[in-house]
């Protein structure tokens, strides 16, 4: 138990995995959707480099490294796409989000 | 000789074809001439033949060309000119030489004469290759062809709707037989590998009975159809919608008789099986008796001369029946010569009653129509078989014959029948022309009928009258192929006593009917006297409601059934699954795409769902892989 | 030329519907007419230079289309194929010489044409994809003319007939290209060539399968009870040139494809199911006739006997035996012309009446006799009449099928009656009677137009059942082959007895003659 | 021992932090419990000695990343509480648990791979940003280049989403008098 | 201290590189012409877009001839993989780029091809995609796809419409889900392999036996998830219609033909080695996905009232059926897949073309969309030609010979059966008898229905150009005689696929 081993880390980055899901499930609010999609690439990041560290590995952290880099574009492209919707509907509220159906 | 044959044969065809190039014109007198001619032509072609033959000539067989061939089966247009088949010949182009001239006058005042003089032609054509071809294939030929020349004959006056509905009836019983014919062809041609007469004949000797048998009765029941045997009796009645000529012509002397000319023809099949000959024999004499108790209460003249046809034709296959295949023949010929003959002269009368039909409503007719009632006086007189008429000689072998092969069942029904067809013939005899002139009550001014038309029948009048003459001269020519005997029976005084015995019984039968009917009280029946109210009387007056059975158990139920098929099956069942399935697909489709709400979060819930549901089966399949061990153990506890 | 000839056959009417695309509308008719009488004397010439004395494939063209897989455009006629492709010409030429005033004429011609390119294609095809390309390029023609000039339920119509058949051949194809599979086990090449298939022995159990896989695309297209309730529909509604085809033509796609693949492909299965599949014909046979006879509509009367009809070819063809194979290939013919005049006459009265409710008419004898003369004969030939057409093809059906089963062929037979009850029934109600219905008292009489496609058919379903040797010889020669094959191929000893060899003489007589000397 | 406290110190931080950010209304302590968050998972990067990502971490996320939400906070005017409909609470309990429950079996069992052998191994007694570097410029040059690409596709695509042209929308401009190439 | 690094340039192969940088370096010529010079017309754009596609062609065509001398090649750092998949799928990309490209020059004015930066989003996303498709290294695949994705919720956006924002952002939301999901699944098989190279993975995985199979399924999984969205798998497809309507026509013909592709190789290199050393979850996992994807799509697509809705579920449909190569994995389902997707990017760019030009800038009355079915009724008699092409493009998705779908349907059929799936060639068999009814839904109100009032023959190539015609000409040709075509395709294919060991 105190010994701090891979599963840890593993088990810790599937916890925030899974809260990220709860919150992109949850949120109706299309920016905090996005901070949930940040926590799953974040809780992957966790993983990558107790991986790389258990393994003596660098390339977990390169992984890891890349994820920040895809993160923040999405940031820049998402908030984008928000800023357009919300000139337009004034919210950015996802079940304004439904005129396509069927 | 072939030219002759070939003559006899087409002249029909081509009288019938060129009368029907005057369908769509008004009457043309010529072409019912041009067509007497040709049948005319083939009359004396086959009379040329017929001398031929009787002068000891070889039978003519002539191969026209290949029809079918496939396999092993090879059908050709073959024609024989035999004993038996230039006899038929012989019948069938005299009296459709007879009443294509007489229809010359019957017809006259109406608008399809030259449609009906193609029609006639053309079943003389048929009725020829029925009768000449050398193979059951082109038998069923002209089977088939009689059967719709009689559909087209019946239905002649298309726009009444009793003799359409009758055309169609009698074409379908005819088909139900026709189906038993077919399966007698199929399995003679697959017992023996062909279907010429010769070449099947040969192999019948060798084939087991059972198989002999079947192919007998199938035959009979071809032949049952045609001749309108029991139980496809009624169209035969019905059909007397047709133009009398055609009554006289087919569903007298011709095509009704072609069950009992493929009984002769097939004579080497059926007397290897006797046990089917009884069949048929029995069967005949019951017909005969059966059709012949019909006739006696009917109201409707050609009706009644309808169930004796039917009646004479029980007689003819009680003779086949029991192997008394010439007498069969012999009494055919006699009886078409006064059968026709008794039509044609109850043509006469329709034509001057204008088409009435009950006899109740004519009487003492003798005095305008004096040689029509000669006439139908003598075939009345030669169907009842009064010496020395055609009929004594033909019915009386047939007595014999029966009595002879000691079928004695038989032999008394028939007897009894004949007294029972003296009796309705004289009483139709009695009604028409003797007694009180009822008609004049309904306004009727008869007349007698053309002379030339006199004059056409005369030769059948002749002939009812000498036929049995030939008697001899046909059994010298059909002995050989027919294996014909002569029937003796044992003491000349049984003899006397049988053939004396009919006579009187038929004298005695014929005075009951003169005394019964040809009195001043007969009136048109009115359904009030105790007679008509009687059970015998009504249930022969309905033919036994058989006609009325098979509407009720037959006709309509086959309607019905085929409105259920229809409407409950096919579009119900059937169709309705077949769309019901594709609604199933198109309703699923259509109830799921809600899935598709179009809510970002549902969509995202949808991903996380899947992702979860896979998940779950990695987790177990994975843990199963990993417990595999342990799993396995607690199955084999449970022993499994 | 003539080594090309069934390529020019095909692609003709094509490019001639191309070329018809510029062609101005109003010359439109006297183009299709060039066009299909080229196409007609090109069939002629097909069948001129036919050699009927030859059991195998004529005028094989090869050319390797996807030799990579085994496909390669493959022609060839036989003696089974090469008449039913003179009927197609035939057919089209008639039917566009006789089509009426229509909107979108041009259309229509473009369309026939196309249809003929996909029915020469069908029944030259030698290599199975091939095959079932103009099968299912059939449809779309089909589709089109049945949706755009139909009835009132014309896309239903139109949709059910493409789907159901579109179905049913998918499947088909799973099963050729299960074939090709088998083909490439045992050889290690890829073939679709069904010539090559042919040298194919299957297991049995395979076969059955594979059958059941060919049997389902053939049996929709056929249509087998209970595959067939979408033609009612397509017939119902579809103009009257669309029915002749389809009925004349393209239901034979079916019953020939059952000849062509399923009997020499599987001796074994086809003895297996053999029975099965007769029941399910005589059901055809029996019952269609009854449904047929609860119709109100004559055109569905004639619809619904064309299925009864296509029962007795089935059952000709499960007769597994020469006279039976080539009595169905035959009545395959004869049911072309009779049932294509028969759809010709609805169109005419339908043409002047808009309707095909036969209690709309009655007495049609008085007011048209030429037309009623007309009917009448083809009538008498639908119901099987010796000396018509279609007489020598349901003899030799079950005829042959005798030999399988005494008992089912009786039943099958049955049909002849049941043919007739229908048929007359219905015809009396046309044509017999008084003219109870005003409208009927003037009609026109059948015009030339109308005559130009019909008295050709009435003359060749008289011809044809006279004398059909010029036609019966050759179709018997490739039967006799096919069937020899057949024999040759089947593996079980009851194969073996179902399927006679036709080289052997007939048994039966010669050795119980023997015996009893 | 250290280590361990820390890891539990810092688990239980972040997943309270981010448990915020997905229950929270207030988008205003979302924002600031992700930032929390965020740096918190930096620490687990020095535990791990991969100083360089962690620092990175810190930069881009705390640095970049939440600046851009706090911008995009202001612009939307989200600091108000974020009203949300309910949606059926079941499914998602339903999918979290079973999440919870997939998660424990999963993860109860050891991993087996023991015999792994470090393709880039790190060495002790070089720096961890030196080593980053090393791979990062030799094996990971081509997708490193790429993640430049792809930040000048998103800054190209940032720019003209939230552009000025963007106001107007030809797209649904009617321009019946246009020119019409062909 | 570190030692330097002594790295020669041949070592690098940077040839390999050559097609993924062209299309980068012409996007980035584009950015830096307008900033010299702004307001060019977009014609000049779609020229040099084309350009530099054709030289990116150039470029794939000397590499597939290397591909037949010298086999799989590696390049720069072993992170390049160009193997017969990887030239395949980018011959794929580029050539239905370059029929994409000219679709922008049309008769009337949409937002997007305002944009230069649209062209260069453009060519960058090819170079994504192409990165995409020719590595087997987890990361560069993960960053090549994020561009790609990145510029085409972008590009989708530019089309300035409520519809397509709402596309752009349900894809991007979805999309940046999926991206978890890949991170997480690349998480655990680097866990379980210390690797993110496919073919280390594979060498790992294989050397312990599959011991820890559990994990490699639940990694399995992850991917499938991620991406089964990027491919649009049943249950991961929700976005494909919605995006589909929203974003351009021409668009969304793009979208269901390139990104897919690039998925479905990674599909391939991640899943084939698993079935192929017998992970029979996986195997049944994909039957059933596959199974689902087909049957459910074909039904949604039934009950759609706008065509390019229908065309979304019916592209979901055909991704499923090519899916089912992926799960057969013999060569032969492999060559099946590129012919198949070969042949439906013409036959489905070519339908989304007609879409295209009978677009109208304002709706009809009475349409909620786009391209209701109502709009093409009779179209035979106001635009015959434009009708029967549509036709043709209809009867080749449905599957019916010898249109160019077809013998993709039968090569893929045949594949099944030659595997051993009966029961699956069946189903795919009856799944596009079952699409046939959308198709036909089309084509029966195009030939059959008669007009709407008020519609001329014009509302149907209102957008039309001559290069629009042109592209829809050659996807009509491409669709017509596909059958000359497809044995050398076969053949072409079938050595690239044998060659690259799958």
């Not at chain 2, 061939?69 to 088949?85: C, K, M």
């Not at chain 3, 009257?240 to 599987?266: C, D, E, Q, W």
């Not at chain 4, 929390?36 to 100083?51: E, Q, R, V």
Request: hydrophobic share 55%; with cysteine; proline share 3%.
């Amino acid at each position: 138990m105190m010994e701090i081993g891979l599963n840890h880390y593993l088990i810790l980055s599937t916890i925030l995995f899974a809260i990220g899901l709860v919150g992109v499930m949850r949120r109706k609010n299309l920016l905090l959707l996005f901070f949930a999609t940040e926590i799953l690439l974040n809780s992957v990041n966790i993983a990558f480099a107790a991986i790389s560290h258990y393994y003596g590995d660098l390339t977990g952290q390169m992984f890891a490294f890349f994820v920040i880099a895809i993160a923040a574009s999405e940031v820049a492209v998402g908030l984008g796409l928000l800023i357009v919707w919300y000139k337009r509907h004034g919210n950015i509220d996802l079940d304004s989000l439904a005129s396509m159906k069927g | 000789m072939e030219k002759y044959l070939y003559i006899a044969l087409f002249a029909p065809l081509v009288s019938s074809l060129f009368s029907a190039l005057f369908t769509a014109t008004p009457k043309k007198t010529f072409t019912g001439i041009i067509a007497s001619l040709l049948i005319f032509s083939a009359f004396v072609s086959s009379s040329i033949l017929l001398t031929h033959i009787l002068g000891g000539g070889e039978p003519i067989h002539v191969e026209m060309m290949t029809w079918m061939a496939t396999g092993d089966l090879y059908i050709p247009f073959g024609f024989v000119v035999d004993e038996i088949s230039v006899t038929m010949m012989m019948v069938v182009t005299l009296v459709s030489t007879v009443v294509h001239i007489y229809s010359i006058g019957y017809m006259d005042h109406d608008k399809g004469f030259n449609r009906f003089f193609s029609y006639l032609s053309a079943f003389v054509f048929s009725m020829m290759i029925l009768v000449m071809s050398d193979n059951y294939a082109g038998l069923f030929i002209g089977w088939e062809g009689v059967g719709l020349c009689s559909w087209l004959l019946i239905g002649f006056w298309f726009h009444k709707e009793s003799a359409t509905w009758a055309a169609n009836e009698a074409f379908i019983m005819n088909r139900i037989a026709d189906l038993g014919m077919l399966v007698g062809l199929f399995l003679i041609y697959w017992n023996t590998g062909t279907l010429q007469y010769e070449g099947s004949f040969a192999a019948f000797a060798h084939l087991d009975t059972t198989t002999l048998s079947w192919i007998g009765i199938f035959l009979f029941i071809g032949a049952m159809g045609k001749s309108a045997q029991f139980p496809l009796h009624t169209w035969l009645a019905d059909a007397m919608e047709g133009p009398t000529p055609v009554s006289a012509l087919i569903h007298a002397a011709t095509m009704v008789t072609a069950g009992v000319y493929l009984v002769v023809r097939s004579n080497e099949l059926y007397s290897l099986i006797p046990h089917v000959g009884l069949f048929i024999a029995s069967l005949g004499a019951f017909v005969a008796i059966f059709a012949a108790s019909m006739a006696l209460v009917n109201r409707d003249m050609k009706r009644v001369i309808a169930y004796s046809t039917l009646s004479q034709l029980g007689y003819m296959f009680a003779a086949a029946g029991l192997g008394a295949y010439w007498v069969a023949l012999f009494h055919l010929m006699a009886h078409a010569f006064f059968k026709a003959l008794l039509f044609l002269g109850a043509g006469n009368v329709m034509h001057a009653m204008h088409d009435e039909l009950d006899p109740f409503k004519m009487g003492g007719l003798k005095k305008v129509m004096k040689w029509t009632y000669i006439m139908m006086t003598f075939a009345s007189v030669a169907l009842a078989g009064l010496f020395p008429l055609a009929g004594f000689f033909s019915k009386d072998t047939i007595l014999e014959a029966a009595f002879a092969e000691h079928h004695f069942v038989i032999y008394s029904v028939l007897l009894f029948t004949a007294g029972l067809t003296a009796f309705y013939s004289f009483r139709l005899t009695a009604l028409i022309f003797e007694g009180e002139e009822r008609y004049k009550l309904f306004g009727i001014h008869p007349h007698e009928a053309y002379k030339y038309m006199l004059v056409a029948m005369s030769p059948l009048l002749i002939l009812a009258i000498i036929a049995g003459a030939f008697r001899t001269t046909f059994f010298g020519m059909v002995e050989e192929i027919l294996g014909a005997m002569e029937y003796h029976i044992h003491s000349h005084v049984t003899l006397w006593i049988m053939t004396i015995g009919t006579q009187v019984f038929v004298i005695l039968a014929i005075m009951y009917a003169y005394k019964k009917y040809n009195n001043a009280k007969i009136t048109v029946p009115d359904g009030t006297s105790a007679m008509e109210n009687s059970f015998m009387y009504k249930l022969l007056l309905n033919q036994y409601y058989i006609p009325y059975a098979y509407e009720k158990y037959i006709v309509v139920p086959y309607r019905e059934m085929s409105e259920v098929f229809w409407t409950h099956v096919d579009l119900k069942i059937v169709d309705a699954s077949v769309d019901g399935i594709a609604g199933i697909i198109y309703n699923t489709g259509d109830r799921t795409s809600a899935m598709q709400s179009g809510n970002l979060s549902t969509m995202l819930k949808w991903m996380v769902a899947g992702l979860l549901g896979m998940l779950s089966l990695a987790v177990v399949f994975g843990l199963a892989v990993r417990y595999s061990d342990e799993i396995l153990a607690i199955l084999s506890g449970l022993g499994v | 030329m003539v080594d090309h000839i069934l390529s020019i056959l095909i692609f003709f009417p094509v490019v001639a519907a191309l070329f018809g695309v510029i062609v101005h509308k109003d010359s439109i008719r006297a183009y299709g007419i060039a066009v299909s009488v080229i196409e007609f004397a090109l069939s002629l010439w097909l069948w001129f230079a036919f050699d009927g004395q030859s059991s195998g494939m004529q005028f094989m063209e090869s050319i390797p289309l996807i030799p990579a897989f085994g496909i390669n455009y493959t022609l060839g006629v036989d003696g089974i194929s090469v008449f039913i492709i003179i009927l197609s010409t035939f057919v089209t030429l008639i039917g566009i010489a006789s089509l009426g005033e229509i909107k979108n004429l041009k259309n229509m011609i473009i369309t026939l044409l196309v249809l003929q390119m996909t029915m020469s294609g069908v029944f030259a095809a030698l290599d199975a994809i091939i095959f079932y390309v103009f099968w299912e390029l059939s449809l779309v023609p089909m589709l089109y003319i049945i949706g755009a000039w139909g009835g009132p339920l014309r896309i239903y119509a139109s949709i059910k007939f493409f789907l159901y058949t579109f179905a049913g051949s998918l499947v088909m194809l799973v099963g050729m290209l299960f074939m090709a599979y088998f083909y490439n086990q045992a050889t290690g090449e890829w073939s679709f060539a069904i010539l090559d298939w042919y040298r194919l022995i299957l297991p049995e159990n395979l076969q059955l399968w594979l059958f059941v896989a060919f049997f389902l695309g053939f049996a929709i297209k056929v249509p087998m009870f209970p595959f067939h309730t979408w033609l009612p529909y397509a017939h119902g509604q579809a103009p009257t040139i669309g029915s002749v085809i389809l009925a004349a033509i393209l239901l034979k796609m079916g019953t020939y494809a059952f000849i062509r693949f399923s009997l020499p492909l599987f001796p074994d299965a086809s003895v297996f199911f053999m029975y099965p599949i007769a029941v399910i014909a005589i059901i055809m046979v029996i019952y269609t006739a009854m449904v047929a006879y609860g119709q109100k509509d004559i055109k569905q009367v004639i619809a619904y006997s064309s299925i009864s009809h296509m029962g007795i070819i089935i059952i000709g063809t499960f007769a597994l035996n020469v006279e039976g194979i080539s009595g169905s290939v035959f009545l395959m013919l004869g049911h072309g012309v009779v049932a294509g005049a028969l759809f010709f006459l609805v169109g005419v009265i339908y043409d002047r009446r808009h309707t095909k409710i036969m209690s709309e008419f009655g007495g049609l004898a008085h007011s048209m006799p030429r037309y009623a003369t007309i009917f009448g004969v083809m009538m008498m030939a639908s119901v099987g009449m010796p000396l018509t057409i279609n007489f020598v093809g349901e003899f030799l059906s079950l005829l042959g099928f005798f030999k399988q089963s005494q008992i089912l062929t009786l039943l099958a037979g049955v049909g002849i009656i049941v043919g007739a009850i229908y048929m007359l029934t219905a015809y009396k109600k046309l044509f017999f009677g008084e003219i109870t219905n005003e409208e009927n008292r003037n009609l026109p009489d059948i015009n030339k137009r109308e005559l130009v496609a019909l008295i050709p058919l009435t003359f060749l379903a008289i011809w044809l059942g006279v004398y059909p040797k010029p036609v019966l010889d050759p179709i018997n020669t490739s039967v006799e082959s096919i069937v020899q094959l057949m024999h040759d191929k089947a593996q079980t000893a009851e194969a073996k007895r179902r399927i006679p060899s036709p080289l052997s003489q007939m048994t039966i007589p010669v050795s119980s003659i023997e015996e009893a000397h | 021992m250290f280590e361990a406290i820390a890891f539990y110190l810092f688990a239980f931080l972040t997943i309270a932090m981010f448990y915020i950010v997905v229950t929270t209304s207030q988008a205003l302590y979302a924002l600031s419990a992700l930032a929390a968050g965020m740096i918190f998972i930096s620490a687990f990067f020095f535990i791990l000695n991969a100083d360089f990502l962690g620092a990175i971490q810190i930069i881009v996320y705390t640095g970049a990343v939440m600046a851009l939400y706090a911008f995009g906070m202001m612009f939307f005017d989200t600091t108000r509480e974020v009203k949300e409909k309910k949606g059926n609470k079941f499914i998602i309990v339903g999918m979290s648990a079973l999440a919870a429950a997939l998660v424990v079996a999963i993860f109860a069992a050891p991993m087996l791979s023991t015999n792994i052998v470090a393709l880039y191994p790190s060495s002790a007694d070089i720096g961890n940003t030196q080593e980053v570097g090393m791979v990062l410029f030799t094996k990971y040059l081509i997708p490193f280049e790429l993640a430049a690409v792809m930040l000048l596709v998103a800054m190209v695509a940032g720019i003209v989403l939230a552009g000025k042209k963007m106001d107007n929308s030809i797209t649904l401009e009617d321009d019946t008098n246009e020119k019409v190439l062909s | 201290m570190l030692d330097p690094v002594n790295i020669s340039l041949e070592s690098l192969n940077l040839t390999t590189l050559a097609p993924m940088l062209i299309p980068i370096v012409g996007a980035l010529l584009i950015l830096v012409m307008d900033t010299i010079k702004g307001g060019l017309d977009k014609s000049l754009y779609v020229v040099i877009s084309m350009l530099f596609m054709g030289i990116d062609l150039a470029a794939l065509l000397s590499a597939s001839d290397m591909f037949s001398v010298a086999g799989t090649m590696m390049g720069a750092f072993d992170v390049m993989l160009i193997d017969g998949l990887a030239i395949l799928a980018q011959l794929i990309i580029v050539g239905a780029s370059l029929l994409f490209i000219p679709l922008a020059l049309t008769g009337k004015r949409f937002h997007e091809f305002s944009y230069p930066e649209f062209f260069a989003l453009f060519l960058f996303m090819m170079s994504g995609f192409q990165f995409m498709v020719a590595t087997d290294n987890l990361i560069l695949i993960f960053v090549g796809l994020e561009t790609a994705s990145l510029a085409l919720y972008t590009l989708i956006a530019l089309h300035n419409r409520d519809k397509s924002f709402e596309a752009a952002v349900k894809y991007f939301t979805m999309g940046a889900l999926a991206a978890g999901f890949f991170s997480f699944g690349s998480m655990i098989f680097y866990a379980l392999t210390g690797s993110v190279e496919i073919n280390q993975i594979a060498t790992v995985l294989a050397a312990n036996n599959y011991a820890d199979i559990g994990y490699v399924l639940i990694g399995t999984v992850f991917m499938l998830a991620s991406l089964g969205f990027k491919v649009s798998l049943v249950p991961f497809h929700t976005w494909t219609p919605d995006v589909y309507e929203g974003a351009s026509a021409a668009m969304a013909g793009y979208m269901s033909i390139v990104p897919k592709i690039a998925g479905f190789i990674v599909t391939m290199r991640l899943f084939e080695f698993l079935i192929h050393s017998h992970v029979v979850w996986l195997e049944y996992v994909l039957y059933g996905v596959v199974v689902v994807t087909m049957t459910a799509a074909n039904m949604w697509a039934l009950v759609q009232t706008d065509v390019k809705r229908m065309l979304a579920y019916s592209s979901i449909s055909h991704a499923g059926f090519v899916m089912a190569a992926v799960m057969i994995g013999t060569t032969q389902a492999n060559t099946a897949l590129f012919l198949y997707w070969i042949l439906f990017s013409f036959t489905n760019l070519g339908s989304f073309s007609m879409l295209w030009i009978s677009r109208q800038k304002s709706l009809p009355d009475h349409q909620s969309s786009d391209h209701s079915y109502n709009k093409f009724a009779g179209m035979i008699h106001t635009a015959p030609v434009a009708a029967t092409i549509m036709t043709l493009f209809m009867l080749s998705l449905a599957g019916v010979p010898p249109f160019a779908l077809f013998w993709g349907k039968l090569y893929m059929i045949g594949s099944a059966v030659s595997a051993g799936y009966t029961v699956l060639a069946l189903i795919m068999a009856l799944n596009s008898a079952i699409a046939g009814y959308y198709y036909l839904k089309l084509v029966v109100y195009m030939l059959m229905k008669d007009p709407v009032a008020g519609v001329s023959g014009d509302t149907y190539t209102r957008n039309a150009t001559l290069s629009l015609k042109t592209v829809i000409g050659i996807a009509a040709v491409g669709t017509i005689f596909a059958f000359i075509a497809i044995n050398p395709l076969i053949e072409f294919i079938t050595s690239f696929v044998y060659n690259s060991g799958y």
